[in-house]
């Protein structure tokens, strides 16, 4: 087997639901190991959840291209996988175990020896570096780096993931090269101090459209410090420096006296990404779109909660979970089919119901809000439903939960009593029309039988769509789950 088809480029898979990018947490296997098909090589957190990617090759990993907490489009290229190891070395630099920033130049043969796996759609070309042999022009690792500065994971010693670089693959020059050959840069040559600099190897850093940009403005690239990544030069670059602006090197200063007690040296910034920045998008998207309306209902559960308690001291139900949101989810789910409106969507010019229910439950984790549902939960016996729960929580607590397991929910739960808190007016997730907040269950004095008795109240909270359900129906569906919360055993008699 030849090298130009036993070196194979592994990208990004698409992840489905839409999702254009991932974040890579964790690398499950290092250069030189040697894989089996189908085996887990990169943890990859999406919008949606963390994510295990399978190799499409066995083989021996050759090069692993981006970092531990780098942010990957679908379909860049992350890992180069030997398909034929066993066929002899191929010329490609070694990098394992080797400083970063000292990493060798790779040959022409080996800027030729990496097979790219065909990707939909045309991807813009990277930095452009010195002349290759061949009156081609190299580039850093295939693609270049995205216009955005990478997001990266601090770390705690060792060579990164993205030191063990990959042999470049060329491509024709988008414009002629300069006359002075120069060496091809590899992302760990960058500099060992961390800091940008516009040029590596007396060239400078600039994608072509930039190049022209500058060209064109009349701007000297060689004299800016560039912001992008491996301080490349951007066009937000070349922009400031045609008009005049402060660059990179030069911030614009205003000096305060409180500057020295409240500066930046005592602000943290977070990253908006990953599952928050998909909620944060979902719940701006649906606050402003869907009109809520929130009412409350007050209820005494103290017959629910001797229902659980004579529940788990049945044998049968001794090994399984069992939660107040057991009978909050059974209780919507009954609901449910008294109102079948309140399971619905709106789709513009008609409402669409659901005659399933793919019952959502709001789990916090440490990667953000997330929503993984029951898939078709209406059909579940009492003992299946609690079985679901206790997976789709410990699945979510594990940050294993797909992006499957997040879509297509109908009707959401969000226990917010698990916090202590007596009720919320939640905000609906897109394409539903209805979320019950499920309050903290406390002892408080309450009236029963026409005295202040010491009883288990909580608070319920039901937020809906206005175009879809109107006051009269968020009422009676919110008035039934408090009545089977109220009284578990009669109501599945009178409603079953």
């Keep these: 087997m ?22 890579i947490l964790t690398w499950l296997v290092k250069v030189g190991d040697t894989i089996e098909l189908n085996q887990p090589i990169v943890e990859v957190e999406t919008a949606k959840a963390a994510v295990e990617i399978p190799a499409k090759w066995a083989g021996k990993v050759q090069a692993i291209f981006h970092g531990e907490g780098t942010t990957v489009e679908v379909g860049t290229p992350i890992i180069a996988i030997d398909t034929d190891p066993g066929a002899g070395p191929v010329d490609t630099p070694s990098t394992t175990g080797a400083p970063a920033g000292d990493l060798p130049t790779p040959s022409a043969a080996s800027l030729a020896a990496v097979e790219v796996a065909p990707t939909e759609g045309a991807v813009e070309p990277g930095l452009i570096g010195g002349p290759a042999p061949g009156g081609r022009t190299a580039v850093l690792v295939g693609y270049g780096p995205r216009t955005t500065a990478a997001k990266r994971r601090p770390r705690k010693g060792g060579v990164p993931p993205q030191a063990q670089a990959a042999p470049a693959p060329v ?121 809520h309306v929130t009412e409350f209902l007050t209820v005494d559960v103290t017959r629910a909660m001797k229902a659980l308690d004579r529940l788990r001291s049945r044998r049968e139900w001794r090994d399984v979970r069992v939660s107040p949101l057991l009978l909050v989810a059974k209780a919507v789910l009954l609901a449910v089919k008294r109102h079948p409106m309140v399971n619905s969507s709106w789709a513009g010019d008609e409402i669409v119901v659901k005659e399933y229910v793919n019952l959502g439950i709001a789990a916090a984790t440490e990667r953000g809000l997330i929503v993984p549902n029951i898939k078709d939960a209406g059909r579940l016996t009492l003992r299946e439903l609690a079985d679901a729960l206790t997976d789709l929580v ?34 609906l997730p897109p394409g539903e029309s209805a979320i019950l907040a499920f309050g903290a269950v406390r002892e408080m004095p309450w009236v029963h039988k026409g005295k202040v008795r010491p009883r288990q109240v909580t608070t319920l909270g039901l937020s809906f769509d206005h175009r879809i359900i109107d006051g009269e129906l968020g009422s009676k569906f919110l008035r039934d789950v408090g009545d089977f919360l109220a009284d578990p055993e009669a109501a599945l008699l009178a409603w079953t």
């Excluded at 990208?11 to 639901?17: K, R, S």
């Excluded at 002075?180 to 101090?193: F, I, L, M």
């Design 394 to 427: 410990q699945t979510a607590k594990a940050g294993k939960t797909s992006p499957a397991d997040m879509s297509g929910g109908t009707l959401t739960i969000t226990n917010v009593g698990v916090f202590g808190v007596d009720t919320g007016t939640p905000i």
């Design 2 to 23: 030849s090298g130009m088809s036993r070196i194979k480029e592994f990208n990004l898979p698409d992840l489905g639901e839409g999702l254009t990018e991932g974040e």
């Design 171 to 291: 491509q024709p020059a988008p414009e002629p090269v300069r006359p002075a050959p120069a060496p091809v840069v590899t992302p760990a040559a960058s500099d060992r101090n961390g800091h940008g600099g516009a040029t590596r190897g007396g060239l400078v850093l600039a994608k072509p459209p930039v190049r022209k940009l500058a060209k064109d403005l009349g701007v000297d690239l060689s004299t800016l410090t560039g912001s992008g990544p491996l301080g490349s030069i951007t066009r937000e670059d070349v922009q400031r420096a045609a008009s005049g602006a402060p660059t990179a090197a030069e911030p614009l200063t205003v000096a305060s006296p409180a500057a020295a007690s409240f500066g930046a040296d005592r602000e943290r910034r977070i990253p908006v990404k990953g599952v928050r920045k998909l909620t944060a998008e979902n719940m701006s998207r649906s606050a402003f779109t869907a009109p």
